[in-house]
């Protein structure tokens, strides 16, 4: 028969199986090594295939939401916290009911943290399907061919795998991570924020642990039920919109976070009216994906610094006994920053004809 098309060949499913057989090797290893000490030490084995099981099952579910969203619109609006938490009851509440009477109240902590190692593992297949999507989605418009895309990824994936745990380590030494409370570990005197996770670990320790209030989660379910009715009844009126998920975002995330978000989406809507459609409205996309990109790679750049010279302000043109000038100056230059960018990206755009 004719071949079929370079954009329409993909990796063969047999080699696909062969690799989901080698993966679970390395799989069950982290599972029975984390539970291998400490009060689930005989539950290891049994504990360590069960929930592999549940990892295929979970992952396979939240990798084809997420594929199926980041082909579709994009990663950035891919339901990840939203899974995270799915994911992370369905593991606390099995390790609830089936585990937690046979291990007694000594095991709490390490099956609190089990359930969120069983998360992390679940998360890495959804963001590795948005990863995967977007870039065959991209692929699929160019006329790339999807088995070698899929080489490709499987060789970031071991790369990003090789490249993040340095990275982790060292932003933990540069500012450190908030540790759950009950560990009996130091809190960093300024730790990087981290609200999504501290969300899970809350649900994972309210379920094993401390006792979970249901009824705010239930609050929680009907607020959101009702945010989706008026969601909906104000697009079949025609008027202003009110997403849940932005509600539900600005309820657990702080303002330091979404303050920053209100202010570039009116920057970016009041950039879009002047230039609607054409190469013009995509020079703004280039510029904010180039401060996305170049704020993480300074971030790590700065912990790299704090930790070889051991100065927690190593950039500081004004000293500590100052912050109020610091703050000042700083906001004052990031506007007049953000002033002169968007002049010059609206010339390049009106140059251009956008």
């Not at 750049?301 to 302000?313: D, K, P, Q, R, W």
């Amino acid at each position: 028969g004719a071949l079929l098309p370079i954009e329409e060949r993909d990796m063969p499913v047999g080699w696909l199986a062969v690799i989901v057989a080698l993966v679970a090797l390395p799989i069950l290893a982290l599972l029975w090594y984390f539970l291998r000490s400490g009060p689930l030490a005989d539950l290891a084995l049994p504990l360590s295939f069960a929930f592999y099981i549940y990892v295929l099952l979970m992952g396979g579910f939240v990798a084809a939401v997420c594929g199926y969203m980041a082909g579709l619109i994009g990663s950035s609006n891919s339901p990840v916290s939203g899974l995270a938490i799915l994911a992370v009851l369905g593991s606390a509440l099995l390790l609830a009911v089936a585990v937690r009477p046979l291990a007694g109240a000594e095991a709490g902590p390490q099956l609190v943290a089990f359930a969120l190692f069983v998360t992390a593992l679940v998360l890495a297949c959804a963001v590795i399907a948005n990863d995967n999507l977007q870039d065959l989605k991209t692929g699929q418009l160019i006329g790339a061919t999807p088995w070698k895309q899929q080489v490709a990824l499987m060789v970031g994936t071991l790369a990003g795998s090789a490249v993040i745990p340095p990275i982790l380590d060292l932003l933990n030494r540069a500012y450190g991570f908030a540790p759950l409370p009950g560990t009996g570990l130091p809190s960093p005197a300024s730790p990087l924020p981290a609200p999504q996770a501290t969300l899970i670990a809350g649900l994972a320790r309210g379920i094993l642990g401390e006792g979970l209030d249901w009824n705010m989660i239930f609050l929680g379910v009907v607020a959101g039920l009702l945010l989706v009715a008026l969601d909906g009844l104000l697009g079949r009126r025609g008027l202003l919109r009110l997403p849940p998920l932005a509600v539900g975002i600005g309820i657990y995330l702080p303002m330091s976070a979404t303050l920053p978000v209100v202010i570039g989406a009116v920057i970016g809507h009041r950039y879009e009216r002047r230039h609607r459609e054409g190469a013009g409205q995509r020079l703004g996309v280039l510029l904010a994906s180039g401060f996305i990109v170049g704020e993480s790679l300074f971030g790590v750049l700065l912990a790299g610094l704090i930790v070889a010279t051991g100065s927690g302000e190593p950039l500081a043109l004004v000293g500590g006994g100052h912050p109020g000038v610091a703050m000042t100056a700083g906001a004052v230059l990031v506007m007049l920053l953000l002033a002169l960018l968007y002049r010059g990206t609206a010339r390049a755009a009106a140059r251009i004809g956008g």
